[in-house]
Nanobody, 126 residues
Framework: VQLAESGGGLVQAGGSLNLSCVAS????????MGWFRQAPGKERQFVAG????????AYGDSVKGRFTVSRDNSKNTVFLQMNSLKPEDTAVYYC????????????????????WGQGTQVTVSS
């Protein structure tokens, strides 16, 4: 599975961005999807995840109430709507896919994911 993120860029604090990740697979609905981010000198951090069905979701504490993850299985795409952005949201954002067997499960740890995109840079200016 190949994953390709897009939608990153430079935005002022308080602004919004919508990231997209397209998966090259005919069985996109078999994968739970996640978003992670990594800032320079810091560990990769879980941002949001969504189950195979698109029902259950999970969020990192620092983005709850500001970010929303969704998916469109007909378009092999997962989205991350980011609102009320802060300078501390600045990072490279990665999309990841997990082909685990549980339909309603949302992995929240990086080692649980099997496939990764190349990342897209998000920079929030103060």
């Amino acid at each position: 599975v190949q994953l390709a993120e897009s939608g990153g860029g430079l935005v002022q604090a308080g602004g919004s961005l919508n990231l997209s990740c397209v998966a090259s697979t005919r069985t996109f609905s078999w994968y739970a999807m996640g978003w992670f981010r990594q800032a320079p000198g810091k560990e990769r951090q879980f941002v949001a995840g969504i189950s195979r069905s698109g029902g259950p979701t999970a969020y990192g504490d620092s983005v709850k109430g500001r970010f929303t993850v969704s998916r469109d299985n007909s378009k092999n795409t997962v989205f991350l709507q980011m609102n009320s952005l802060k300078p501390e949201d600045t990072a490279v954002y990665y999309c990841a896919a997990d082909d685990g067997p549980v339909r309603e499960f949302v992995p929240v740890r990086a080692p649980q994911y099997d496939y990764w995109g190349q990342g897209t840079q998000v920079t929030v200016s103060s």
